[in-house]
């Protein structure tokens, strides 16, 4: 599975960014795919899978901020991030994900993020 993220750069405090995420492989890992982030130095932050039902979960941090699209003919995920703040400075990275028995999300086969810097 090979999940690219891309769309990453650098964007003012207020500002808004669309990164993608393009699934090479199968159609089944394409309705799995959740985001997360990570700061260099810093763990894993969690930012949307898909719960069983298939229904996507964003964390409350951020809902309202960010959101989910999906081009079922590009086999293309969007997340849409606005209002944007240095926190949100990190690596995204797109993965195959679902939502845990721990009540977080857990991913995996994700390929190299894209780097998005908040800063005026």
Request: proline content about 2%.
């Amino acid at each position: 599975v090979q999940l690219q993220a891309s769309g990453g750069g650098l964007v003012q405090p207020g500002g808004s960014l669309r990164l993608s995420c393009k699934d090479s492989g199968s159609t089944l890992d394409y309705y799995s795919i959740g985001w997360f982030r990570q700061v260099p130095g810093k763990g894993r932050e969690e930012i949307s899978c898909i719960r069983s039902d298939g229904s996507t979960y964003i964390v409350d941090s951020m809902q309202g901020r960010f959101t989910l699209a999906r081009d079922v003919e590009k086999m293309t995920v969007y997340l849409q991030m606005s209002s944007l703040k240095p926190e949100d400075t990190a690596v995204y990275h797109c993965a195959s994900s679902w939502f845990g028995a721990g009540g977080v999300c857990e991913y995996s086969s994700w390929g190299k993020g894209t780097l998005v810097t908040v800063s005026s």
